[in-house]
């Protein structure tokens, strides 16, 4: 308001293009800010920021390539700005390029010790390559500078919470709330602990007063469908499930609980359209295939059904295997064809040659993706799956092993689990998989594949204390 002011007080626009074009952006008028900060030159002194703001208007409605360009022009005339830093790290991040994302973080902390953004950024970057534990010292030292800061509280309460510590979580939520009532993001928090906690209906209830913000959060679109199916209103879950599977089409958990949730209404032909060939796939999980003979059942289709179930109780390890692609070969590599450095063509191109039995061509594809992103864990992902799948274990270890040196993850971890059990490495796949759940306690997933492999190794008692903690968090069955 106060330059609005001053411009109808005859300041000229050009005097305070950067600061009005700046407050636009933070008010979320990206119409206005564009048509201000693209309309004409910035005055002597404003012009790294100017090109900052555009970089950062250009970065927000993900046109990557405009927003690299006004960072770099902004980096020409101030290479020692942390929050440019700041802004080149999220611009790398987001184009796929999270080694060169952690390079700038590092900078931007360099260049600010106590900046609450850059700490903040390193803390979320250090959550993505090494794990929970070791990102919470980075949000307390950004606490530490600022105790009040919103963004920071957001995401210490989150990792707190992610790391099972659901009092420490709930004192920082409420911090939150009282620092600024109202904040959408502690009530999320909130809701995902009463969800924790058991409690459905707060749980409910705290989701809607969060109204439509974050209607289109995967993991909001999880959770709300999660609550309305354990409230008895499977309709509502099969709303939520099917907006998350139309947005993840190779999310499999969200697609069996859509075929889940339309089995409870009755709905079982849907249900087994939603299962399709995933349920006939050799990498089925037990509750897929239930959840697919339970509608089979339904359509008096009950012989296959049996069979399925027969399937689920044989207990046998699921093998890895290629997400199916539903297109030609040919189309899939005309696709590629046009922009191989990719993922988007590379990845369906991918699978579709191993699924044709083509899996050293797959090798070299992923390779040339690979040597343009090396900075991508998922380029190095990529290179190992297609190796993976070629029999070539060893290979694919190397190639995981590179990626969890960016970003060590759940993918990451299940990966490089696989290819050292397939090598006879059983006690080092245990090792790895402890280091992993040291760092992220809460994940379930870890917690099974080192049952798995502790029980493999003949240690019955350290696989029945970790099923102990299993079925106490109602990941298992009482029996």
Known sequence: MPLRQALR??????????????????????????????????????EA?????????????????????????????????SSLWIDIARLRFMGGEEAQAIEAADR??????????SLELRGLLVREQFGLRAALPWFEAGLAAAPDDTGLLGEYAATLGDLGQYRAMLVVCRKLAKVDP?????????????????????????????????????????????LEYQAGNANLAVGYFDRLVRAQPDNLQARTLLARALEREGLNQQALDVAGQWAQSASASRYLLMVTADALSGLRRKRE?????????????VPATVIPTGQPLGALAIGYGQSPNLAAT?????????EAGSAGEAV??????????????????????ARLMSGDFAEAQEMYGRAAVIRFNLPTLQRIDLVLRRQGK????????ARYLWQNPGSPQAMKLLSAGRAELGDAAGAAMIEAVLRARGLRNPS
């Open 364 to 385: 070299a594809v992923a390779d040339r993706l690979r040597q343009a992103s090396p900075g991508a864990a998922g380029a190095w992902l990529l290179a190992g799956d």
């Open 9 to 46: 007080q005859g300041v000229p626009l050009t005097e305070v293009r950067a600061e009005l074009g700046d407050a636009l952006l933070l008010q979320g008028n990206r119409q206005e800010a564009r048509k201000v900060l693209y309309g004409g030159a910035f005055p002597s002194g404003t």
């Open 108 to 117: 931007a902390v360099r260049l600010a010790p106590r900046d609450p953004r």
């Open 346 to 354: 590379a990845v369906p191109y991918i699978r579709g040659l191993i």
């Open 182 to 226: 109202g904040n959408l993001r502690a009530l999320y928090l909130q809701a995902v602990l009463a969800a924790r906690a058991g409690r459905i209906d707060l749980a409910r209830k705290i989701m809607q007063q969060t109204g439509t913000a974050f209607r289109d959060v995967p993991a909001a679109m999880l959770l709300n469908g999660l």
């Open 49 to 81: 920021r100017g090109w900052r703001l555009k970089g950062r208007l250009e970065l927000v409605e993900g046109n990557l390539g405009a927003a690299g360009y006004a960072f770099d022009q902004a980096l020409r005339l101030a290479p020692d700005e």
């Open 426 to 433: 059983a006690a080092e796949a245990n090792a790895l998989v």
């Open 305 to 317: 059904g049996e069979q399925l179930r027969g399937r689920a109780a044989r207990a046998e390890p």
